[in-house]
T-cell receptor
Framework: DQQVKQNSPSLSVQEGRISILNCDYT??????FLWYKKYPAEGPTFLIS?????DKNEDGRFTVFLNKSAKHLSLHIVPSQPGDSAVYFC????????????FGAGTILRVKS | NAGVTQTPKFQVLKTGQSMTLQCAQD?????MYWYRQDPGMGLRLIYY???????DKGEVPNGYNVSRLNKREFSLRLESAAPSQTSVYFC????????????FGQGTRLTVV
């Protein structure tokens, strides 16, 4: 049973426009949510995170929104750039689980120039 | 900065062969993890080590063993490889705590024929 779900396998966006990647989760006890970015033949790299007590966190072009009542978070990238083309993984942690990361299946983002 | 280093990068095994994937981190992190990535499945946790001297099973531990040799090193062993273990394996490390940004190695692409 997947606790973290990314229901869109892929997303295609024009350069300069907004990219919105979505993630749903089932465990309301998760403490922290993170987004990772992965290029081919490389390991995932941390992008941005948000605590479960917040509803928004912003870092440059990247903003993560958390809606706890809907058990939903989203990553907004504005403006999108061709270099943002990658696989984006949503992940969640729970202190009770020893802070292990539970990942979604990932969304492939393609930014067209 | 080396970060998390995995060896080897690629490996082909015959069914029934054994091998050990090596992982080392130079960030003085307490926790280390082994994940596997399969298409459409995201990253799934195999084993983790919250601190030196401890190891615990993750989501998909069957067919694997681990050793936390010291604070720096965490190895993953396949005793009798099976085609179902064909995957990309990632080692990761993190500091202990609620904010658990994990750093990943570049991955090992393993094919079992």
């Amino acid at each position: 049973d997947q606790q973290v779900k990314q229901n869109s396998p892929s997303l295609s966006v024009q350069e300069g426009r907004i990219s919105i990647l979505n993630c749903d989760y089932t465990n309301s006890m998760f403490d922290y949510f993170l987004w990772y970015k992965k290029y081919p033949a490389e390991g995932p790299t941390f992008l941005i995170s948000i605590s479960s007590i917040k509803d928004k966190n912003e870092d440059g072009r990247f903003t993560v929104f958390l809606n706890k009542s809907a058990k939903h978070l989203s990553l907004h990238i504005v403006p999108s750039q061709p270099g943002d083309s990658a696989v984006y993984f949503c992940a969640a942690t729970l202190m009770e689980y020893g802070n292990k990361l539970v990942f979604g299946a990932g969304t492939i983002l393609r930014v067209k120039s | 900065n080396a970060g998390v280093t995995q060896t080897p990068k690629f490996q082909v095994l015959k069914t029934g062969q054994s091998m050990t994937l090596q992982c080392a981190q130079d960030m003085n992190h307490n926790s280390m993890y082994w994940y596997r990535q399969d298409p459409g499945m995201g990253l799934r946790l195999i084993y983790y080590s919250a601190s030196e001297g401890t190891t615990d099973k993750g989501e998909v531990p069957n067919g694997y063993n681990v050793s936390r040799l010291n604070k720096r090193e965490f190895s993953l062993r396949l005793e009798s490889a099976a085609p179902s273990q064909t995957s990309v394996y990632f080692c990761a490390s993190s500091l202990t705590g609620v904010s658990t940004e994990a750093f990943f190695g570049q991955g090992t692409r393993l094919t079992v024929v």
